[in-house]
């Protein structure tokens, strides 16, 4: 009896997956299109500033970090709108970010500036397009004008349908990649751009293949469910109020005054040390140029003329002290703040490891309940810095961020959880490496099954409160997982600093002939 029920649900189960197998590219077809049926008409070709989208953000404290400097996961969310609006514009169909290539920020945006983000699609294929993003920053009080960063997004068009609500509706109508429009250029800029955006795809579908990261990504998975001891995790100590503490005698008292006493004179002798002893003799000796002003008060003209040589020779005086100070600063290549010192010179990758668990809400999706790809490039960059701060002691700043593919997308109600590890620590810059992963609401969220979503190399910067580069430890791996992801930095380091020189030629090139900055003629491989 059992063997009879087993070979009919066997028999069963496949004659279920034949009827999808032969409904499921059929019944997509047969409902009806959104946009025809509002009375517009599809077309062949589109031009190609038809797509163009401008954008204007002004920089909010809530953007920024404690440093007041905008972070790059809300420079890159807004990019990402405006990509997904100019290729909404060119398909007339919602569109999904597919992935994002490399990224260099060029220039820190501070609280109150003022950043304008233009995006236009570059050229279209069967279901995909390329959307260049050019993002610049304007400071109000000085009127500078400045150049930020250049973003190249996929974006792939999804054919319009209704919203099904039973279990069988969401397994036929799913949303199913459409042919998209061609693009017409017209412009000399805009047909460059329609040249380089198709040596791009080709230079990423020849692009070496990443190397295969799952034993990282294990071993992250197994210290956050505690599989596997995580080295150096100290249980952290608990500090009582200090009403509740004992009160000190006058004895103890007066000897902790005078021990506080003498840390601070020792502090402030070591503060003083830091300079070398012709900096000290140049700031302690007073300055020689200086007049005395002598009053007669039978002669008046002569007094106003030693005062107005003694305002001339002050001003003199502050010029060279501040030509002073700017010389110090370009001689402290690092800083030497004493607060940003770390007692250690390295430390093990797996105290850097960092984990955070975020559920997909409606605000975090567009109309089809997709996640935002600026979204999730947000909560990567959260998890780096926590990893990035696990290291250091220091302002942290995001300064690129690698080209990540969106493996499998996020809906409304998914549970994702990401977690980082610094990969790799230079001078005053670290690579740190970023993972993410899903439990689906409907199919497995009973079962637990977890989805492998995207990952993302992200370069962060340390600095003091001047912006000066702090030396950070070196991070040093000691499982094979570990030394895999190691071994790699340098490949990877070499390849950021080539895209940025050559996006740095490019605009300064640019802003030479007097023109603009172009949207997405830099000719930089994925």
Not at 459 to 472: G, L, M, Q
Request: charged letters at 25%; aromatic letters at 8%; glycine letters at 4%.
């Amino acid at each position: 009896m059992q063997l009879f029920t087993s070979v009919y649900e066997l028999i069963r189960t496949l004659w279920v997956k034949f009827i999808f197998f032969i409904a499921e590219p059929i019944f997509p077809l047969l409902l009806p299109d959104p946009y025809t049926r509002a009375g517009n008409v599809r077309v062949e070709a589109k031009p190609a500033h038809e797509s163009r989208v401008t954008m204007t953000e002004i920089i909010s404290p809530h953007h920024c970090n404690v440093k007041g400097l905008c972070r790059a996961g809300s420079i890159m969310a807004w990019v990402d709108i405006a990509a997904g609006i100019a290729a909404k514009r060119h398909a007339s169909s919602p569109s999904v970010t597919r992935s994002i290539d490399d990224v260099a920020f060029l220039h820190p945006v501070k609280d109150g500036d003022i950043l304008t983000i233009q995006a236009s699609v570059n050229k279209s294929w069967r279901t995909s397009m390329e959307v260049g993003v050019k993002v610049e920053a304007y400071t109000p009080l000085t009127g500078e004008r400045f150049f930020v960063a250049h973003a190249y997004l996929t974006f792939v068009a999804l054919s319009p349908r209704p919203q099904p609500k039973t279990y069988l509706g969401i397994k036929w109508v799913e949303h199913r990649p459409t042919s998209v429009p061609g693009l017409t250029p017209n412009s000399d800029m805009e047909k460059k751009r329609y040249e380089m955006a198709e040596k791009r795809r080709q230079s990423r579908l020849k692009e070496e293949k990443k190397p295969n990261l799952q034993s990282i990504r294990d071993l992250m998975r197994d210290w956050s469910q505690g599989l596997r001891e995580h080295a150096h995790q100290h249980i952290a100590a608990i500090k009582s109020h200090p009403a509740f503490q004992p009160r000190p005698s006058i004895d103890e008292s007066t000897e902790k005054k005078q021990q506080q006493l003498h840390s601070s004179r020792s502090s402030n002798t070591a503060n003083s040390s830091v300079y070398s002893e012709g900096e000290r003799e140049e700031e302690e000796q007073p300055s020689s140029e200086t007049t005395t002003i002598q009053i007669e008060p039978e002669e008046s003209s002569n007094t106003s003329i030693n005062v107005n040589e003694n305002e001339q020779s002050q001003q003199l005086t502050v010029q060279e002290d501040q030509q002073q100070k700017q010389k110090r600063k370009r001689r402290k290549r690092y800083s030497m703040d004493p607060v940003m010192q770390l007692p250690f010179l390295e430390a093990p990758m797996e105290t850097t490891f960092a984990e955070m668990v975020e559920l997909v809400m409606p605000q975090h999706a567009n109309t089809l309940n997709i996640t935002f790809g600026g979204v999730v490039i947000q909560w990567l960059e959260q998890c780096a810095l926590a990893s990035a701060n696990r290291l250091t002691r220091a302002y942290l700043l995001t300064a690129s961020i690698d080209s990540l593919s969106f493996v499998t997308p996020t809906h409304v109600g998914d549970v994702v959880t990401i977690r980082s590890i610094v990969s790799r620590a230079y001078s005053s810059s670290m690579e740190i490496y970023v993972s993410m992963e899903a439990v689906f609401k409907i199919e497995n969220l009973q079962t637990g099954e977890t989805h492998f979503t995207n990952d993302a190399f992200f370069t962060i910067v340390a600095i003091d409160k001047e912006h000066i580069p702090v030396r950070i430890p070196k991070a040093i791996p000691r499982t094979e997982a570990e030394m895999k992801l190691f071994e790699g930095g340098i490949k990877r380091r070499e390849k950021r600093l080539e895209q940025k020189v050559e996006l740095i030629d490019l605009v300064n090139s640019v802003s030479n002939q007097g023109l603009a900055a172009p949207y997405i003629s830099i000719p930089i491989s994925s």
